[in-house]
C-alpha cells in the first residue's frame, strides 16, 4: 500500500508565536496599515518566494518610509515556540505515512527554524522562499507533488490559512484547516 503524504505548515500549526508584524510596528514606531503602505504588498511576496532578498526588502521599506532600517527585525524579533503536541503527532503519523513542511517562509525565519532544530521532524521542508513560489499559488502545491511523486487524492495538507485550504482543495489534496490540536485530530480520525 502506498504511503500517504502529509503536509503540515509550519507557522501557526507546528509553531506558535511567529507573527512578528506587532513587534516590528512597535520597534519602528508605526501602526500596522503604516508598515504594510511602506512595506508594499509585491514586497513581501518577493521575499517569501525568494526572488528578492532580506536586505533589499529592508532597503526597500527605507527608501519608501524614510526610517532608516539597520537590521533585519523578521530575524531579531522572531521567537517561535513549538507545539509539543504537534510534533508528537508528525512523529506518530511518520511510522506510516510521509511526513513533510510545507511553509510560507522569509530566509531569515527559514534560517532560524533551521538553527532551532524546528524542521527536524520532517522527512523533507519545501519552504517557499526556496522552491521560488508561496501558497496560495496552485503551483506551490505542485511542486511538492511532483517531487514527492505523489498523486492529489493521497495527499492531507494542513494550514491554519483558510485561502490555503481551499487552494488546495481546488487540486484534488484532502486540506484541513487548522483551528486546534484536538480539532485536528478529530478530523484526522474521520479519514
Not at 23 to 50: D, T, V, Y
Not at 68 to 81: A, H, K
Not at 154 to 181: H, P, Q, W
Amino acid at each position: 500500500m502506498k504511503k500517504r503524504l502529509f503536509i503540515f505548515d509550519m507557522g501557526g500549526v507546528m509553531c506558535t508565536n511567529t507573527n512578528v508584524i506587532e513587534s516590528i510596528c512597535e520597534k519602528l514606531g508605526l501602526n500596522k496599515r503604516a508598515f504594510f503602505e511602506f512595506a508594499k504588498a509585491e514586497n513581501f511576496e518577493k521575499i517569501q518566494s525568494g526572488k528578492i532578498t532580506m536586505d533589499d526588502f529592508w532597503r526597500k521599506f527605507s527608501e519608501s518610509s524614510g526610517i532608516n532600517v539597520l537590521e533585519d527585525y523578521f530575524e531579531t524579533l522572531f521567537n517561535p515556540q513549538r507545539s509539543i503536541k504537534m510534533y508528537q503527532l508528525a512523529e506518530k503519523l511518520k511510522e506510516k505515512n510521509r511526513v513533510v513542511a510545507g511553509t510560507n517562509t522569509i530566509d531569515s525565519h527559514y534560517k532560524k527554524h533551521l538553527r532551532n532544530g524546528d524542521y527536524d521532524v520532517f522527512e523533507m521542508v519545501y519552504p517557499s522562499n526556496l522552491i521560488g513560489v508561496a501558497k496560495p499559488n496552485i503551483n506551490f502545491y505542485k511542486n511538492i507533488l511532483e517531487n514527492e511523486k505523489q498523486l492529489p487524492q493521497d495527499t492531507i495538507f494542513i494550514d491554519d490559512n483558510k485561502e490555503n485550504v481551499e487552494s488546495a482543495n481546488k487540486l484534488g489534496i484532502t486540506a484541513i484547516l487548522f483551528k486546534s490540536y484536538l480539532d485536528l485530530t478529530d478530523k484526522l480520525n474521520k479519514l
